[in-house]
């Protein structure tokens, strides 16, 4: 801890001032990094949050699942919904 308090001491504004910019830059970059990973996640919806998210009764997503309106996933007898299919919708 000493020797970092000895470096900072010695420095100059001009190099606490790089090495600010560089500490935050990274910082930055990284947080944007993760927002883009964070768009490209599908996220998946089960029977009663697509209907929550949707404000449609039971009824009316069986009808739409039947039409093809909305497409969905069938995994171990459930059913799952993407919310870009779901978005689909108000299209």
Not at 36 to 59: P, Y
């Amino acid at each position: 801890m000493i020797e970092k308090e000895l470096r900072i001491q010695d420095a100059t504004l001009k190099d606490l001032e790089i090495l600010f910019d560089n500490k935050v830059t990274s910082a930055l970059d990284k947080f944007h990094k993760q927002i883009e990973s964070d768009k490209n996640k599908e996220i998946v919806f089960t029977r009663n949050e697509a209907l929550d998210f949707l404000k449609v009764t039971g009824a009316t997503l069986i009808r739409w699942q039947k039409s093809g309106k909305i497409k969905f996933k069938a995994i171990g007898g459930r059913r799952y919904y993407l919310k870009s299919e779901l978005m689909k919708c108000f299209k």
